[in-house]
């Protein structure tokens, strides 16, 4: 039912395998492009079916680094619903600007994502507004699952998905598809180093916070997971890796070489996963979402 609502502009994306990049690996690997699109993303799946879904809401708040707050902004501008995006004091300067233009006001709280979230909350509560939160609202989730309904689609059934995983709305979207119309499809996480968080708390089976998210991955960087993405992963997520920024800005420079596509941190951590995991997927047909290409012009200039 998302897939039919869904505004097409992000849908159907490219899937392929790429020879060279298959060779380095030594296995196969499936790339799903979720970067051509107005905001760059793979957010405006969820955030259209979210809007689409609550559209007679008066007004919006939420939380982002950046890619979720886009979404947001894209779906409200066209359902002419305020919103109210809270970003870090560090954020990506281009997300911000690009929320702006989008029509999205744009507050600045705190020095990282998870103390604008809080910012974010206490604002919408005490202004009587509907707080959005990505991971949590369920409609945000099924958005994003119809990249599993495409990759499902592949002229070969896929061992193994690899899944970027920051606030849990992408792999819990694609996973419960994947887990109800391919079970035998391993759904393997993949979060930074130097944020730990959702590894932690689902490894533990309870929330884990963490003092810092510090990693290069911006988009991934919680450090107090969301409990219904939590609950939802103990029956999604089959395993989940960390990758260190090396890894990151690594897979980042092979896609750009060989791939010609620009990918920012958190969309390339489950190429990453492949290459740095190259013995436990050997030979297998692995797949991995492209989640983003939200760099600034200085970052392209220094990471790739």
Request: proline share 4%; glycine share 8%.
């Amino acid at each position: 039912q998302a897939a039919k609502s869904i505004d097409p502009i992000f849908l159907n994306t490219p899937q392929f395998e790429l020879g060279a990049l298959n060779d380095l690996l030594d296995l196969r690997l499936v790339l799903k492009v979720e970067t051509l699109n107005p905001i760059r993303c793979f957010k405006g799946r969820g955030t259209d079916y979210f809007v689409k879904q609550n559209a007679n809401a008066v007004s919006f708040v939420c939380a982002s680094a950046g890619n979720f707050g886009q979404g947001m902004a894209y779906a409200c501008q066209k359902q002419a619903i305020p919103l109210t995006v809270f970003a870090a004091e560090t954020a990506n300067l281009l997300k911000l600007e690009r929320m702006k233009q989008l029509g999205a006001e744009i507050r600045l709280a705190g020095t990282d994502f998870d103390a604008a979230k809080d910012a974010a909350k206490a604002y919408a509560a005490s202004n009587a507004q509907t707080f959005v939160e990505d991971g949590h609202a369920a409609e945000i989730a099924t958005g994003a699952g119809t990249i599993g309904l495409e990759l499902g689609t592949y002229p070969e059934p896929i061992d193994t998905l690899l899944i970027p995983v920051g606030n849990g709305a992408l792999i819990n979207g694609i996973a419960a598809w994947y887990k109800h119309s391919h079970p035998r499809t391993k759904v393997i996480g993949v979060v930074a180093e130097g944020a730990p968080a959702m590894e932690l708390s689902w490894r533990q089976g309870q929330r884990v916070t963490t003092e810092s998210a510090d990693t290069i991955a911006d988009g991934i960087a919680v450090r107090n997971p969301v409990p219904a993405a939590l609950l939802s992963m103990t029956a999604t997520v089959d395993d989940i890796v960390q990758v260190s920024d090396d890894a990151i800005l690594n897979a980042m420079k092979v896609i750009h070489c060989l791939a010609g596509i620009v990918v920012e941190p958190a969309g390339a951590v489950g190429v990453a996963a492949a290459m740095t995991n190259k013995d436990r997927f050997a030979g297998r047909l692995v797949a991995t979402p492209l989640c983003g290409s939200n760099l600034t012009e200085t970052q392209v200039a220094q990471w790739l």
